[in-house]
């Protein structure tokens, strides 16, 4: 069974920019997360995506967006790149959507956005 | 506000011997605990979770113990392996503060298991 695949794995952009990020969750899973782990901090949730519908998003500028196709493959949208935008991005998908994120997420290995 | 902390950046522990990583939360709201492992270049993978209704929770050579009133928890593994060293999150999950759900996680902790 294929994991949770991401495109591209490395990314250069520079300030001001915009940039998509994509996502293939596991087969069967409806759900995705989307998170950023930028240097020395933890995984910072960014957003929830489950049947199309965006569930939740951290606490992120609205520049920060993105989308889950009917396939349930997600996008990642980051608009007027800023420096602090240097991390790694990561997905994750899960069975189901439910309340309490207590599904086990299964990661894919991670876009990594450097913003010069 | 940081509401999983693991104030151990790193632990170095000799093959055969227990490994002990502690994790710490503010929110009293988290009501499901989990641990990732996350190999370089890798994403997290699951390693084993805990509900707060228990105090324990045991899969093989991982055992997570939860001290609600202390707001603690930690992951033993026993006996560590070469193959164990990475980094390692402590995640929670609960009413956030925010409106919502989220799942929250610690800065990490790098486990070296030296051979």
């Known amino acids: 069974e294929a994991g949770v695949t991401q495109s591209p794995t490395h990314l250069i952009k520079t300030r001001g920019q915009q940039v998509t990020l994509r996502c293939s969750p596991i087969?069967?899973?409806?759900?995705v997360y989307w998170y950023q782990q930028a240097l020395g901090l933890g995984l910072q949730f960014l957003l929830w995506?489950?049947?199309?519908?965006?569930?939740n998003r951290g606490n992120f500028p609205p520049r920060f967006s993105g989308r889950q196709f009917p396939n349930y493959s997600s996008e990642l949208n980051v608009n007027a790149l800023e420096l602090e935008d240097s991390a790694l991005y990561l997905c994750?998908?899960?069975?189901?959507?439910?309340?309490?994120?207590?599904?086990?997420?299964?990661f894919g290995p991670g876009t990594r956005l450097t913003v010069l | 506000d940081q509401q999983v902390k693991q104030n151990s950046p790193s632990l170095s522990v000799q093959e055969g011997r227990i490994s002990i990583l502690n994790c710490d939360y503010t929110?009293?709201?988290?009501?499901?605990f989990l641990w990732y492992k996350k190999y370089p270049a890798e994403g997290p993978t699951f390693l084993i979770s805990?509900?707060?209704?228990?105090d324990k929770n045991e899969d093989g050579r991982f055992t997570v113990f939860l001290n609600k009133s202390a707001k603690h928890l930690s992951l033993h593994i026993v006996p560590s392996q070469p193959g164990d060293s990475a980094v390692y999150f402590c995640?929670?999950?609960?009413?956030?503060?925010?409106?919502?759900?989220?799942?929250?996680f610690g800065k990490g902790t790098k486990l070296s298991v030296i051979p």
């Open positions: 995506y489950d049947e199309g519908e965006e569930r």
């Open positions: 929110n009293s709201m988290f009501d499901y």
């Open positions: 805990i509900s707060s209704i228990k």
């Open positions: 087969s069967g899973h409806t759900s």
């Open positions: 994750a998908s899960s069975l189901a959507a439910a309340g309490g994120f207590t599904d086990t997420q299964y």
């Open positions: 995640a929670a999950s609960g009413y956030s503060g925010a409106g919502s759900y989220q799942l929250t």
